[in-house]
């Protein structure tokens, strides 16, 4: 069985999270869109297993100092291939001040606006970065690896891991 939902949780990757869903949101003078009950049934089942994974996986890596150390192989060639794109740590930290900054600044100010359009150009930046990261086939060979790795240990642990996976998979695919 392949699986295409992807665990491993890496500083790199998860940048721009706040400032992704952030982006999406309407402006502050606009009403949100109104959400049909089953999308939000969906999204919340999403979260819901999202939440029992990252529990697991937690706990696996935890207990397990080989994938503690295979995780922080990885998170070293992700952070040398960002780099080498352009996408320094230097820049990975600026990102998480200026997110840490956004959560305390009042959200329809010019300060949360100007911070906004720099994570939007970190964001731009990082995209090209990821690009050429994802290009990389030694460095998602590693990935992979580490992948089944996690996932066979998750699925000791917990033997629902498999179930969860394919409905996270169902749930995602019908959302799309």
């Not at 049934?41 to 990252?54: D, N, P, Y």
């Not at 697991?56 to 960002?82: C, H, R, T």
């Not at 690896?145 to 996690?150: F, G, R």
């Amino acid at each position: 069985m392949r699986l295409t939902t992807k665990l491993l949780t890496l500083p790199i990757a998860s940048l721009f999270v706040v400032a992704s869903v952030q982006a999406n949101q309407p402006p502050a003078n606009q009403p949100p869109a109104t959400q049909q009950p089953a999308q939000v049934a969906s999204q919340q089942k999403v979260m819901e297993i999202q939440t029992k994974l990252a529990s697991v996986q937690d706990q696996v890596v935890k207990e397990n100092p080989e994938l503690q150390k295979e995780q922080k192989a990885l998170q070293a060639s992700f952070d040398k291939a960002a780099a080498e794109a352009g996408f320094s740590k230097d820049k990975k930290e600026k990102v998480v001040a200026l997110q840490k900054k956004l959560q305390n600044t009042e959200p329809d100010s010019e300060e949360a606006k100007m911070i906004q359009d720099q994570l939007t150009q970190y964001q731009k930046e990082f995209i090209q970065a990821r690009t050429a990261i994802m290009n990389d086939a030694e460095l998602q060979k590693k990935q992979q690896q580490y992948q089944s790795s996690l996932i066979a240990a998750m699925t000791e642990k917990e033997p629902k891991v498999q179930t969860w996976i394919q409905e996270l998979n169902s749930l995602r695919g019908g959302a799309q």
